[in-house]
């Protein structure tokens, strides 16, 4: 399997945040800006790589919600596996995640079934919310400008608070893909109206409006799903 070493310092140019070598802990743990990883620790997972001949490597691992990369844990030392390398990662947990779209992001395959003989599959994908992350960045930055500008001490307080905002949640975004008949498509509203027989567009389209259909609900994908792909 070919890697590529990264520094810390590297890495905090990726993210421009900072990273601990130790997982946060606790039940209710999401990802981090001081711990931009899928789950909360590096665990031995089974990776298959290779274009042309497949091999299998146990290795512990992560996700880097940021950078839409497998990372590994080698002797203290954090590694990137190479773009487009990585065609499937097993976790202990049993969640198996697989590359989609052009940006080769890691999607947990959801469901799993056979259409006209082939496996078909949803495939969801949680990445970060870089707007939205700017936009916390930005809020952080403007209270702090109002603090110099003069302000109490219950603001110089809450100021120190936002110096630890790499601790807070990541703001994600969850996409939805669907693989079908040998094609991995984002399952969006345009992409299932040309791939579903003409004949149901309209009922499609009427099927949204009243069955509640979020586009970045899991649920209602499993709807879509159900009623147009398998029936």
């Given at each position: ?13 990726a ?18 800006g ?14 298959y ?22 990372w590994?844990?080698?002797n203290?030392?954090l590694m ?15 969640d ?8 080769n992001m ?6 799993e079934?056979s ?49 630890r ?18 094609e ?14 003409k ?6 389209r ?26």
């Amino acid at each position: 399997m070919k890697i590529t070493a990264f520094k810390t310092s590297l890495f905090l140019l990726a993210l421009q945040i900072a990273l601990p070598l130790a997982a946060q802990s606790g039940s209710d743990w999401q990802p981090t800006g001081e711990w931009p990883f899928l789950n909360k620790n590096f665990r031995a997972s089974t990776v298959y790589t290779g274009i042309f001949k497949r091999s299998k490597t146990i290795v512990p691992c992560n996700i880097h919600v940021g950078k839409q990369a497998l990372w590994y844990s080698q002797n203290d030392t954090l590694m990137e596996a190479e773009p487009g390398s990585v065609l499937r990662v097993e976790f202990p947990n049993g969640d198996v995640y697989m590359p989609v779209g052009s940006e080769n992001m890691f999607g947990r395959i959801v469901r799993e079934d056979s259409i006209d003989g082939r496996i078909a599959r949803i495939i969801h994908v949680r990445t970060l919310d870089q707007k939205a992350l700017d936009q916390k960045y930005l809020d952080h930055i403007n209270k702090s400008q109002n603090v110099l500008q003069g302000a109490n001490l219950s603001s110089i307080a809450d100021t120190e608070g936002a110096r630890r905002i790499e601790q807070e949640p990541l703001p994600l975004t969850d996409v939805f893909f669907f693989q079908v008949r040998g094609e991995i498509f984002q399952a969006s509203r345009m992409n299932i109206l040309e791939r579903i027989d003409k004949k149901r567009r309209k009922e499609y389209r009427t099927f949204t409006r009243t069955a509640e259909i979020i586009s970045s609900n899991e649920s209602s994908m499993h709807k879509i799903w159900e009623e147009f792909f398998l029936k």
